[in-house]
């Protein structure tokens, strides 16, 4: 099992940028492809961002493409998501996981779960 801590949420005018961390721990982190998820209220969980094992492949979705960027540092074990141009439509409870898969939009092929980071983006 690998355990995930998020870090870094906040509120922010729309506009501004946030970065989040995703500290891991237990199992060899960089066996992981690594993921971001989000969810607002009254929302299904919706897929952000993903990261391969080595970093090598990132996959977004449409919505945040070109705003967020994901990377990695398997040195320090932590996988980090860049947040510029946020919109109201950005706020979300946000959410890292990882997968021992090649790293994916779909959420059922993450094994393990943070707790969640809140991200508020006021207009």
């Known amino acids: 099992q690998v355990h995930l801590a998020e870090s870094g949420g906040g509120l922010v005018q729309a506009g501004g940028s946030l970065r989040l961390s995703c500290a891991a721990s237990?199992?060899?982190?960089?066996?992981?492809?690594m993921g971001w998820f989000r969810q607002a209220p009254g929302k299904e969980r919706e897929f952000v961002a993903a990261?391969?094992?080595?970093?090598?492949?990132?996959y977004y979705a449409e919505s945040v493409k070109g705003r967020f960027t994901i990377s990695r540092d398997n040195a320090k074990n932590t996988v980090y998501l860049q947040m510029d141009s946020l919109q109201p439509e950005d706020t979300a409870v946000y959410y890292c996981?990882?997968?021992?898969?090649?790293?994916?939009?779909?959420?059922?092929?993450?094994?393990?779960w943070g707790q969640g980071t809140q991200v508020t983006v006021s207009s």
């Open positions: 996981a990882a997968s021992l898969g090649l790293g994916s939009s779909r959420a059922h092929e993450y094994d393990d």
């Open positions: 237990g199992r060899t982190f960089s066996n992981h492809a």
């Open positions: 990261i391969s094992w080595r970093g090598g492949r990132t």
